[in-house]
């Protein structure tokens, strides 16, 4: 990145790197402002504003994007049970195509020539936002000094990082003894390098920020009903002091879910993954609402969803949906033609599920639905029902037949 003028929007999100950046373009004679997305992480916005601004910022804008994160993202990844390699349901991959798309939105409104972020050369969010940049607005300059040389000969990590921003007065919450980085938003919190680099360090018990540990968490089981139309959580049905309550609104209803999975210790995971670029990377992960959701969605697919429809969905959709968010390609013509299967696909998903939480586990505790395709007569060991066992017999002559003996 060579110095130059210019306007810039930059990614902002008043952590380390970030601040760290802002004031770097600044002293590269770059106009900067600051953009904040507000994807429902829990974050003082009014304090990370007048950072940027004290930072030097020419202003800083911080946009409301929980309703579009839950709908057009956190919604349709529930709906195909989206996950990446069987475990990880790919919070921060959900985020990155509404915060790219707003970035660049706000970069022309405010009469920008580029846009600039803080992910570093080595993970996949740099690959995501310059996915979605490229598909958004090719002509847009990207400007990412986490992959120019002199940033990162001058900060080889965040030892760095943080000498630069203590001499430079800028305030931030990573420290020297706790140097993990966090993203968080409506759906989940991530933590990774520092201390996690070593796969087999056990994270410390003051790192996790949202979900209560399992251990610690009420000896008294609590439960809530979930009620799916199309695949799509509508409505939450709970207690709260006793008193029962329910939610419609989509950033209220995981919003609850998020508040009841939480406070029961459900939603951390540790893993190792594959990044995109080639590299494995150790993270952990909390999603409390949307582990919970996504549970109870599944549980009612087997009530509802016919066989047939259901194994190529799991098998050909749900994976590379997963592939294509994780590795950016969201903006790709193939993640529209699947997202138009999943909607087909849950027309018939439409009824309740009734979820206990205890000491980390969401249990399903029964489920009910106007469509579903389960006859308990026909399913019954105590009565024939329309299911003659005669009916059996011609189906285990022919399937025997395709099997070959063993020698």
Known sequence: MASGTGRVLLAYSGGLDTSVILAWL???????????????QEEDFEAAKAKAVQVGARKCIVQDLKKEFVESQCWPAIMCNAHYENVYYLG?????????????????????????????????????????????????????????PKFFNTFAGRQELLDYAAKKGIPVSSTKAKPWSMDENL???????????????????????????????????????????????????????????????????????????????VGRIDIVENRYVGIKSRGCYETPGLTCLRKAHIDLEGLCLDREVRAFRDQSVTIEYGRLLYNGL??????????????????????RVRVKLYKGNAIIEGRTSDSSLYDMSESSMDELGGFLPTDSTGFVGRTTNFQKPEK
């Not at 600044?26 to 429902?40: H, L, N, Q, T």
């Not at 022309?108 to 995501?128: F, L, M, P, W, Y």
């Open 187 to 265: 759906a989940h919190c991530s933590y990774e390098s520092g201390l996690l680099e070593d796969p087999d360090t056990t994270p410390p018990t003051d790192m996790w920020k949202l979900v209560v540990d399992p251990e610690k968490a009420s000896d008294q089981p609590e439960r809530f009903i979930v009620e799916f139309a199309k695949g799509i959580p509508v409505k939450l049905e709970y207690t709260e002091n006793g008193n029962p309550k329910f939610v419609t609104e989509p950033v209220e209803l995981l919003t609850a879910a998020n508040a009841l999975a939480r406070r029961n210790g």
């Open 92 to 148: 921060t991959s959900l985020a990155r195509p509404v915060i790219a798309r707003a970035q660049i939105q706000m970069a022309q409104q405010e009469g920008c020539s580029a846009v600039s972020h803080g992910c570093t050369g080595k993970g996949n969010d740099g690959v995501r936002f310059q996915f979605a940049y490229a598909a958004l607005d090719p002509n847009m300059e990207v400007i990412v000094p986490w992959r120019d």
């Open 26 to 40: 600044i002293e590269r004679g770059y106009e900067v402002i600051c953009f904040i997305a507000d994807v429902g």
């Open 330 to 351: 969201y903006f790709s013509p193939e993640r529209e033609v699947l997202q138009s299967y999943i909607a087909k696909s849950q027309e018939n998903v439409n009824g």
